[in-house]
């Protein structure tokens, strides 16, 4: 055994002022451990962070606010120039579906549009604004 743990109770009129888990080699070691002023302070003076006391408030705070912008501004975003793009759709306007048909604007009522997706059989479908997926006509990309 070279290391002796050696684990004290003060004694009742005594309080303890700092607790270590390091090895103590011999008695007299132990004793110096031990500060006899037992109002001293335990370590060194403290660290504070960039940001003072409230640093991992203001850090958590940070976090949440780029967690919104990514999770609820992005598709929202998104979902009103969908919408743009749907109200600003016109008669003759060739579009694509979420699905992949290709097809031609012939008729708009609400929320439902008329394609004419061939022209040989001039075969027509009724489709939901919501399935277009892009203008054609106004998208060049």
Same mark, same amino acid.
């Given at each position: 055994m070279n290391n002796v743990w050696i684990?004290?109770?003060?004694?009742?009129?005594?309080?303890?002022?700092?607790?270590?888990?390091?090895p103590v080699t011999s008695q007299s070691e132990a004793m110096e451990m031990? $500060?006899?002023? $037992?109002?001293?302070?335990?370590?060194? $003076?403290?660290?504070? /962070?960039?940001? /003072?006391?409230?640093?991992?408030? !203001?850090? !958590?705070?940070l976090m949440f606010a780029v967690m919104y912008m990514i999770l609820f501004r992005g598709p929202r975003k998104k979902q009103q120039q969908h919408k743009q793009m749907v109200q600003s759709l016109a008669k003759n306007d060739k579009i694509r579906t979420i699905g992949g048909i290709i097809g031609t604007v012939v008729d708009i009522k609400g929320d439902e549009i008329t394609l004419k997706v061939d022209e040989s059989n001039n075969t027509k479908i009724? !489709?939901?604004?919501?399935? !277009?997926?892009?203008?054609l006509s106004k998208d060049k990309s």
């Open positions: 684990l004290a109770q003060p004694e009742p009129d005594q309080t303890p002022s700092r607790i270590t888990s390091e031990v $500060p006899s002023d $037992p109002n001293a302070p335990a370590s060194g $003076p403290q660290r504070r /962070g960039f940001f /003072g006391p409230y640093g991992n408030l !203001i850090f !958590i705070g009724r !489709i939901a604004a919501s399935a !277009i997926g892009r203008n």
